[in-house]
Structure formats: structure tokens, C-alpha cells
């Protein structure tokens, strides 16, 4: 069956840093656009980043734009999320997304790690 497991969440301060990693198994990674995305207590779901399987492509919200990077290992099925100079609004449980559309758009989505920047 297909799996997204998130890991790599947890407490840290205002500037500190973080790597979110997601073990994926059950499909053909590196067919698949892979995506975080977070959502914080009474806000909606928003897309973080996400990176294309051809070519690499990558994508930024602009609220994150020079402080994260998203990247993928196809070898190991397994997408990271680099988050740098974080910041108490970005506080949130980050999940992790698999997309792929063949006659239609397919997605398959983790449970979530907690992120929490705080002193």
C-alpha cells in the first residue's frame, strides 16, 4: 500500500533550523510531483514547495522563499524540506504530498510532523 511517513519535526527557536524528510513506498517515486504543505491552527492548508520528477523544477511560496529548500532522492524515495531562519509563523503541521496526473490528478498525502518555533 502507499506510503508518505514524515519525520524531523519538533521544537526549536526563532532563527534555528530544521530538516523534514518523507519515506515514500507503495508507488513509483520518481513519477510523481512531490510537495509540502502546512497548516497551522485556525488557517487553512497552504502549499509550502513542491519539486517536479523531470527536471527537478521547484516552487516556493513566497512567504518561505530564500529560507527553505526542497529537494528529492529518487534512488532512496525520499523528499526534504530545509528550513532555515524559522520564524513562530511557521509554526504548523507539515505534510508531506505525492501528485501524479494521468487522465486525472492522483494525490496521496502523510499524517504530518509538528513544527513548532517558539522561545
Known amino acids: 500500500q502507499v506510503q508518505l511517513v514524515e519525520s524531523g519535526g519538533g521544537l526549536v527557536q526563532p532563527g534555528e533550523s530544521l530538516r523534514l524528510s518523507c519515506a515514500a513506498s507503495?508507488?513509483?517515486?520518481?513519477?510523481?510531483?512531490m510537495g509540502w504543505y502546512r497548516q497551522a491552527p485556525g488557517k487553512e492548508r497552504e502549499r509550502v514547495a513542491f519539486i517536479t520528477s523531470v527536471g527537478g523544477s521547484t516552487n516556493y511560496a513566497d512567504s518561505v522563499k530564500g529560507r527553505f529548500t526542497i529537494s528529492r532522492d529518487n534512488a532512496k524515495n525520499q523528499v526534504f524540506l530545509q528550513m532555515n531562519s524559522l520564524k513562530p509563523e511557521d509554526t504548523a503541521v507539515y505534510y508531506c504530498n505525492a501528485r501524479i496526473y494521468i487522465s486525472r490528478w492522483d494525490e496521496y498525502w502523510g499524517q504530518g510532523t509538528q513544527v513548532t518555533v517558539s522561545f
Open positions: 507503495g508507488f513509483t517515486f520518481s513519477s510523481y510531483v
